[in-house]
């Protein structure tokens, strides 16, 4: 909804959130349900009610758990079956400088501040460490925002007795733990407050009126900063920018002007800011951004203004370099299909209003942010947080040479003239183990990520997946693809859970078996795979690592599921395409397919060389 | 701006926040008559009708108004 899409006007959303959420709601879609728990040092009504409209925009329809006034910490730290039964799928920790109990006195010594500031940072501490043993769910924190005055003027910083030198040192040690635990995660409201104005987000009327701890119209901003990181932790993240050329990446017509006549570079004010623009692009493919262009334009052209020697994204930089006279809708389309993924995880941007509109009233589900002048541009993208880090993997920085690789693959492909020897030529090797601390991140990221080649679409957290992984009920395989172009990284995941055959009417509703008096059947509650590796056999080397599993724990049949979803029709047979038998049918719900491991089992994969 | 064109932007002020086409609110009106009216959304109403009249209450006023009537009152002394 274009209302709830940064640059939003806060005053609205305020205002229309009834009537904002109902009409979301009226539209309906495919909204990914999520428990989550709000635990406030302040008062935080207007927060969920604006917190939900932007989470229902992004796709999560959230069911909010509210902390009494200020009872963060009593509910966190004792006894609390209310929270226990809502079992929470995330917390969020909603405090703010009004929360810090004792600040230096000028007088105070160095050690005697050193202290002050263990016992504030160790009073949140000790509840971040009791809210991961129990609830084992992602935490999100506030930092604390700056003062709204300052005693020691210029000087409060640089003195430890004063406010924002405590504050400063405070907030480094939040830093400290979340880079030091998984599933914990920053919002940074000492940025959000500074980017709003403090004076005015601090505003001492709301606190002291209502227990505020920002003024009210500063709420929409911080919720939306907030949302975007809870949708990137449940997966909701974008994945690619499709960047127009002309007077998006430089200033002028590169087909008319000619390449000399660009504005790009430090020569002029309007050529530093394209050239401000085109290192901001470039920095985001560092963050797994992938970067693909839809231009009007020859293509001879637009390479060769890419190429213009003071230009700082060269040809090299993108995926695909989509420079024709066809519609751009049709192009984003196409650049979609070609890299296997959704429209919806693109984000358009082009200088051109009318070019903006076609494209989003034509291809459903592309973010077309309203990006305004060439010197707002970067603003309006990096508030906008379409890409919102929440865990950075090594993954992530190498996105787009995997996918260029796979461009290279498809090309290549088309000079084979049989697909085996095409796939035998990739030279293929595979890792295909039981999960291993080191992918656990990326494990979890691609249950919540995975919607089109995924059988069930269980959304796990890393703490689930970990205890998957220790749990002796269950199996669990992932599976890493390397060939001759590059390293695919991690690209499957299949988690099954060892129980008996009558285990079957719980699975066919959709629901999860928690304890079976058996352990003879095996019930692949997760199977998925990243759709960079279609039609590489991976999945055949992932079922003959299954069934060998299963072989040495004595178990002779495998149950698989398949629960539609508006996404994952690619896998509605997919179980049959494994051998197996579909022997029942829950219309909407779930179709169920067994397979009996034979005594001589053939494996399936040929062409991947498997943990050699 | 007469009290009646007040009222009139006041009835839309309501109307919109409260999600509710029906509301007509006159001088007697109060917290009790309208059911999501509750201190909470209270909040959120004195915001919407500030920026409506270009106002602010300050803190004084929005702790002693005790109906519609009275917020009329306070938005007219100050916007003339």
Not at chain 1, 34 to 59: C, M, W, Y
Not at chain 1, 137 to 159: D, H, S, T
Not at chain 1, 194 to 204: E, F, M, N, R, T
Not at chain 1, 476 to 486: I, V
Request: include cysteine; proline fraction near 3%.
């Amino acid at each position: 909804m274009k209302e709830l899409e940064y640059p939003f006007d806060s005053e609205y959303v305020l205002k229309k959130s009834k009537k904002i959420k109902r009409q979301l709601l009226e539209e309906g879609g495919n909204f990914l349900s999520k428990k989550i728990a709000v635990l406030g040092g302040s008062t935080t009504h207007d927060i969920i009610r604006t917190l939900e409209v932007f989470l229902l925009n992004q796709g999560i329809q959230p069911v909010f758990y509210e902390s009494e006034y200020a009872q963060y910490w009593q509910d966190a730290m004792f006894d609390n079956p209310e929270l226990v039964n809502f079992a929470p799928d995330m917390i969020y920790i909603h405090t703010s400088n009004r929360n810090i109990t004792g600040y230096p006195s000028v007088t105070d010594k160095a050690e005697q501040i050193d202290a002050l500031l263990e016992e504030q940072y160790e009073h949140f501490r000790v509840m971040w460490d009791k809210l991961a043993e129990q609830y084992h769910c992602p935490v999100i924190q506030n930092n604390f925002e700056y003062p709204f005055y300052r005693i020691l003027g210029n000087q409060e910083a640089v003195y430890l007795q004063g406010r924002i030198s405590f504050i400063n040192r405070l907030n480094e040690k939040l830093y400290q733990y979340a880079r030091e635990h998984d599933n914990f995660y920053i919002h940074d409201i000492n940025y959000i407050a500074a980017v709003y104005g403090l004076d005015k987000w601090s505003d001492p009327f709301y606190w002291h009126m209502y227990k505020y701890a920002m003024c009210m119209q500063a709420i929409p901003e911080f919720a939306y900063n907030l949302s975007n990181i809870i949708k990137s932790v449940f997966g909701k993240n974008k994945k690619s920018l499709v960047l127009d050329l002309d007077n998006t990446l430089w200033g002028g017509i590169v087909g008319d002007d000619g390449v000399e006549s660009l504005e790009i570079g430090q020569e002029t004010s309007m050529g530093q800011v394209y050239s401000e623009f085109q290192g901001y692009v470039k920095a985001q493919k560092d963050i797994g951004v992938m970067l693909n262009i839809a231009s009007k334009n020859e293509y001879d052209n637009a390479v060769a203004g890419l190429n213009h020697p003071d230009g700082i994204l060269k040809p090299e930089d993108f995926i695909l370099i989509k420079a024709n006279w066809e519609p751009k809708s049709r192009n984003i389309v196409e650049i979609a299909s070609e890299m296997d993924i959704l429209p919806d995880s693109l984000v358009f941007v082009d200088d051109n209003p009318a070019e903006r509109e076609i494209v989003s009233t034509q291809v459903q589900g592309v973010s077309v942010p309203a990006i305004g002048m060439p010197e707002q541009y970067i603003r309006v993208l990096d508030h906008s947080g379409f890409f919102e880090v929440t865990k950075l993997s090594e993954d992530d920085t190498k996105r787009n040479e995997m996918y260029q690789a796979n461009v290279k693959r498809k090309q290549q492909q088309q000079s084979f003239g049989d697909y085996r020897e095409y796939l035998l030529s990739l030279d293929m090797k595979g890792t295909i183990k039981p999960f291993e601390a080191i992918y656990m991140a990326r494990i979890a990221q691609l249950t919540n990520k995975s919607n089109q080649f995924n059988l069930t679409t269980r959304r796990y957290t890393q703490s689930d997946v970990e205890q998957f992984a220790d749990s002796t009920d269950y199996i669990t395989r992932y599976g890493k693809l390397e060939d001759k172009f590059g390293d695919n990284g991690v690209v499957s995941v299949v988690i099954g859970r060892k129980g008996s055959m009558t285990d079957v009417s719980v699975y066919q509703t959709g629901e999860r078996v928690t304890s079976s008096s058996e352990s003879n059947v095996l019930h692949l509650e997760l199977w998925l795979m990243s759709c960079r590796v279609l039609k590489r056999d991976m999945e055949y080397a992932m079922m003959d690592s299954v069934v060998e599993a299963c072989k040495e724990c004595g178990i002779g049949t495998i149950m698989g599921y398949y629960y539609p979803t508006a996404k994952n029709a690619m896998v509605k047979e997919f179980y049959a395409a494994m051998g197996f038998k579909k022997v029942r049918e829950v219309e909407d719900i779930s179709t169920v397919w067994q397979f009996d491991i034979p005594a001589e089992y053939a494996k399936k994969n040929t062409v991947i060389s498997v943990n050699g | 701006m007469s009290r009646e064109e007040v009222f009139e932007k006041l009835n839309e002020v309501f109307r919109d926040v409260f999600d509710d086409e029906e509301i007509i609110v006159t001088d007697a009106t109060t917290a009790d008559d309208i059911e999501d009216w509750d201190s909470l959304e209270h909040i959120n109403l004195l915001a919407a009708v500030e920026q409506e009249f270009g106002m602010k209450f300050n803190m004084g006023q929005v702790v002693s108004m005790k109906n519609v009537g009275e917020m009329a009152d306070i938005i007219i002394s100050q916007i003339g």
